[in-house]
């Protein structure tokens, strides 16, 4: 990643050192033909975006209030920052802003430029929330976006991943794609989409109640979705889609029981909830970007429809998962062309009666899997996984959840004496747990350093669930 310093720490949008940038106002009771300061604000967001000049950043702040645009507020390659002067748009001292587009704007804010933060508002009512063009060092924080006609939060490479640099960070984004609602399934976009984009970062958002994907990441390089947490989204919460060099981690996905946003799914009885990850490989007039390289580590997966496969899938791992409860299987692995696919150290709890593992029929015909996935150490809890996903490393105990079936992450910490405490096979790719302690710990002092099963690794150090739960 290119972020200059902290990606994370926006305390510079709140105070810079340099004496000559630039800040405005706007308010509700501004004038565009104000100078746009704090005594004499702008009215619109536009009309302060448009003193900005080609990479001269400054500060935009916007008071408390509902702003009501028909056209969306546009950041162009002309209006924008740079690396060390970035354009800064947010809500004035937390103030509440509220960005509505009335049902025909296009967007409730648009972004093509470079160095650009939108901190801290509030957009609905628009046909997206916000929609990034070919952005570069993009950093979007704190924001809420509900009440869309499509997609919440998208950013848009167009073409050969131009797209580059992005923060899309602690973000509440519900109820989008309305107009795919009540389960018209013809199209429809996500909560957050990153697409033909090179370098992001999409953390620590919630993201619920929409009628799309949760979070999506297609035709996209290196791209990470960390530390999210997904409920009760209508297509997939977490959907890999034709990326590379891509990782899903620490996410914490569930399903509430809320049918609105159960969806039909062809042979599957009834409707169903979401799945909790998916990998897949769409067609797009721009070209492919098969599946390559991607790792899915130390996410919670709890009452969706599991992990789905399919497609072309090369280079990747499916390691340290939480796999709890399904009316289905919990893993699904399509038709497809398979290339080096481990996946080892999972938590596979199955509720159900339905089998925990969905494999093709012609595999069982053949008696193997695929040469390219190779299934190890991962413990199968109900239901009869096929022989061709049994390995002799693999456990078929109760890892003694503290609150199997809860929803909250810490519900799926192991207590001190469950069998999947250093059973796990050792990979390099997976040194921290889900709560970022380190694995491979000489837990029972044998002098052999293990891992744990599972998104979590039991805390040696620091065993307060031994004396709570026992």
């Known amino acids: 990643m290119s972020f200059e310093t902290n990606p994370f720490d926006t305390s510079s949008t709140f105070a810079n050192a340099w004496t000559s940038r630039k800040s405005y106002f706007v308010a509700t009771t501004g004038d565009d033909f104000n100078p746009g300061t704090f005594d004499r604000p702008f009215h619109s967001l536009q009309a302060a975006i448009n003193q900005i000049g080609d990479g001269e950043g400054g500060d935009i702040y916007i008071r408390g209030g509902t702003y009501y645009a028909s056209e969306e507020p546009f950041v162009s390659e002309f209006n924008d920052g740079r690396e060390d002067s970035r354009l800064t748009i947010q809500a004035y001292q937390n103030e509440q802003v509220i960005l509505d ?30 929609t990034g063009v070919r952005p570069q060092h993009l950093r979007l924080i704190d924001n809420t976006i509900y009440s869309t006609y499509s997609t919440g939060i998208g950013i848009y490479g167009i073409d050969s991943r131009s797209s580059k640099d992005i923060l899309v960070q602690g973000n509440k984004v519900y109820y989008t794609n309305i107009n795919n609602s009540p389960r ?131 280079n990747g791992q499916v390691i340290n998962n939480t796999v709890y ?65 049994i390995s002799s490393s693999d456990i078929f105990l109760d890892p003694f959840f503290v609150n199997p079936g809860g929803s909250n992450p810490n519900d799926y910490q192991l207590h001190y004496y469950s069998p999947a405490i250093d059973r796990g096979s050792f990979d390099e790719l997976v040194t921290l747990d889900f709560g970022q302690r380190w694995r491979s710990q000489d837990g029972n002092g044998d002098g052999f350093f293990k891992i744990d099963l599972g998104a979590f690794e039991f805390d040696w150090s620091y065993d307060w669930i031994r004396y709570a739960w026992v």
């Open 325 to 389: 409860g399904s009316r289905e299987s919990l893993l699904y692995i399509d038709e497809g062309d398979y290339e080096n696919i481990l996946i080892a150290n999972n938590i596979f709890y199955q509720t159900s009666w339905m089998s925990p593992v969905y494999l093709p029929s012609s595999w069982f015909a053949d008696q193997y899997l695929p040469w390219g996935i190779w299934v190890t150490h991962n413990n199968w809890v109900n239901g009869n996984p096929s022989s061709l996903v």
């Open 184 to 314: 018209i399934d013809y199209a429809w976009g996500s909560g957050i989409a990153i697409s033909l984009t090179q370098d992001a970062i999409v953390r620590d958002n919630l993201v619920f109640n929409n009628w799309g994907e949760g979070i999506a990441i297609t035709l996209s390089d290196n791209a990470i979705a960390s530390g999210n947490y997904l409920y009760d989204n209508y297509s997939v919460n977490l959907y890999m889609d034709n990326a590379t060099n891509s990782v899903f981690e620490k996410n914490f996905v569930f399903n509430t029981g809320n049918y609105e946003f159960y969806r039909p799914l062809d042979g599957r009885i009834d409707y169903q909830p979401a799945y909790g990850i998916m990998f897949a490989n769409e067609e797009y007039s721009v070209g492919q970007n098969y599946l390559n390289n991607n790792i899915v580590r130390n996410n919670i997966l709890v009452n969706t429809l599991g992990i789905l496969m399919t497609g072309i899938f090369k």
């Open 101 to 130: 587009g009335l049902g025909v704007a296009l967007s409730g804010i648009s972004i093509a430029g470079s160095y650009v933060d939108v901190i801290g508002l509030e957009m609905r009512y628009a046909q997206q929330g916000i």
